[in-house]
């Protein structure tokens, strides 16, 4: 059977061309044969989904509608899922069984998607390799020798490869957009605060923010449409009213002003790479967008404060875990201090302890005012650096990556260097804006995104972009040769 997008398969499903349960045992077949090549799911839940698939069948026949009614999707194990383990990638929480479930998957489950399976990650979402994760590497479909990015790099190789549809990410500094550009998918990360993160388990949570994965705009749209909406549980949620995110894909681009940052141009910058997101730019200018340059002059100075921000509140997040009340606990520890030092020492991997060391010690006496009360300054600079550019264009452009997918390990032993690959998505998160990233090309085979940055609750207008994009060039609906 002909693998389809997301909305195609709504279409079926709705016309009765297929049930749900036919299509939920196609692609938990595609995960049993194949998901062992790319290691992209910890936990598959064939039981579940055929459960909720025959109870999605049952509403479609009394012809009920709903976003996602009968779609199969994969829930990133960083969300909550009653009953369901929820490891978050980790030793730590490797014998966690989640009591309640995130209001993300639950607007998701009523909206009347199909959950095959929790995806591969890197622990506690900490990584942008997928290299971190307790369960072993994810591996890039496109080329097994190399990472699928991160942190959500089973989402991404998992749909990637058709094994799902679409999945669910969080991106704390481009953990969405990174990993969709490795694998030649589409991701968003929406504004802060326009999905619920109750339920997610925290890495920085003035940074962190749920959005969808799939190989269109379109469907990423369908999925968001489930996704957003204000949650009392959730104090940083934004209440807002319900907007239909596929309303706007159709809207032409002409008088389009799309602001290519200098900085995203500059030296670092893969030429291959560049040349592909300049001729993906000049798409868009034929569809009528009009490009011009602008400048956000402290972007340069996102990753150094990100990686004071983001640990600062790691530390913080990750002090629950101390082997008493869930979790990892050590053998037989001799006293209380045993019990707490040997507990987080055997469950928690080297990123996570290097992230924990780093924020404790930039959260300390002396250091509180040097290190992360100068960063939360930088990083008000660099909202403002946005807000002064969205008062000349609509939408900012450049590429998600300075670089193609690296190779397995080529990265590991160098921290600075892995962080770097994060240098155009990180400034996104500081400001707290909509970010997405689309497939503009490839460069030996291997996939290239191009990244686009909105104004705040813009995400409509970014979907739109890139599904114009989509309709001229058909890098989405490419699928790597393997996984045909």
């Known amino acids: 059977m002909k693998l389809d997008t997301l909305a195609s398969w709504a279409t079926r499903l709705r016309a009765r061309d297929i049930s749900s349960r036919e299509l939920t045992e196609l692609y938990l077949g595609r995960i049993d044969r194949l998901d062992p090549q790319l290691n992209s799911f910890i936990s598959v839940t064939p039981e579940l989904a055929l459960a909720a698939a025959d109870a999605a069948d049952e509403r479609l026949a009394r012809g009920e509608e709903a976003p996602l009614l009968g779609l199969p999707v994969a829930q990133k194990d960083i969300f909550c899922t009653a009953g369901v383990r929820t490891s978050c990638g980790s030793k730590m929480l490797d014998n966690f069984i989640a009591p309640y479930t995130a209001t993300m998957v639950e607007r998701m489950n009523a909206a009347g998607a199909v959950m095959l399976g929790k995806t591969n990650m890197d622990e506690f979402a900490m990584g942008s390799s997928n290299e971190t994760s307790h369960y072993g590497p994810v591996l890039n479909p496109w080329d097994p020798e190399r990472v699928p990015g991160g942190s959500s790099g089973g989402s991404?190789?998992?749909?990637?490869?058709?094994?799902?549809?679409?999945?669910?990410?969080?991106?704390?500094?481009?953990?969405?957009?990174?990993?969709?550009?490795?694998?030649?998918?589409?991701g968003i990360k929406p504004t802060y605060g326009r999905v619920s993160r109750y339920g997610m388990i925290a890495f920085a949570s003035s940074l962190d923010q749920a959005g969808p994965m799939a190989a269109s705009a379109e469907d990423c749209a369908l999925m968001l449409n489930a996704m957003a909406g204000f949650d009392p549980r959730d104090s940083t949620s934004v209440e807002r009213p319900a907007e239909d995110f596929t309303a706007g894909l159709g809207a032409e681009l002409k008088g389009l002003r799309i602001g290519l940052p200098r900085e995203f141009f500059g030296e670092g910058l893969d030429p291959d790479v560049r040349t592909v997101i300049e001729a993906a730019l000049g798409v868009l200018r034929e569809r009528g967008a009009e490009l011009i340059e602008i400048s956000l002059p402290n972007s340069g100075l996102s990753v150094p404060a990100y990686y004071v921000v983001a640990p600062a509140e790691c530390s913080s997040n990750l002090a629950r875990y101390d082997g008493v009340r869930f979790g990892h606990r050590c053998d037989e520890p001799r006293d209380l201090t045993d019990l707490y030092t040997r507990s987080r020492a055997e469950g928690f991997g080297a990123e996570v302890k290097r992230r924990i060391m780093i924020g404790t010690y930039v959260l300390s006496a002396g250091y509180y005012d040097a290190y992360y009360l100068k960063a939360q300054k930088v990083r008000r600079l660099i909202a403002e650096d946005f807000r002064r550019a969205f008062g000349q264009v609509d939408v900012i452009a450049g590429p998600t990556s300075p670089e193609t997918p690296f190779r397995l390990g080529e990265k590991s032993a160098d921290p600075v260097q892995m962080y770097l690959s994060d240098i155009y998505t990180i400034a996104v998160?500081?400001?707290?804006?909509?970010?997405?990233?689309?497939?503009?090309?490839?460069?030996?085979?291997?996939?290239?995104?191009?990244?686009?940055?909105?104004?705040?609750?813009?995400?409509?207008?970014?979907?739109?972009?890139?599904?114009?994009?989509?309709?001229?060039?058909?890098?989405?609906?490419?699928?790597?040769?393997?996984?045909?």
């Open 156 to 186: 991404a190789a998992a749909v990637a490869a058709r094994l799902v549809p679409a999945a669910t990410g969080t991106d704390t500094g481009g953990s969405i957009r990174q990993p969709a550009a490795f694998c030649g998918i589409t």
């Open 429 to 484: 998160n500081l400001a707290g804006l909509p970010g997405l990233s689309m497939p503009a090309g490839t460069v030996g085979n291997l996939p290239v995104g191009m990244q686009l940055i909105g104004n705040y609750f813009d995400e409509a207008r970014l979907l739109g972009v890139a599904h114009q994009f989509q309709q001229e060039t058909d890098w989405h609906a490419r699928m790597p040769a393997a996984f045909v």
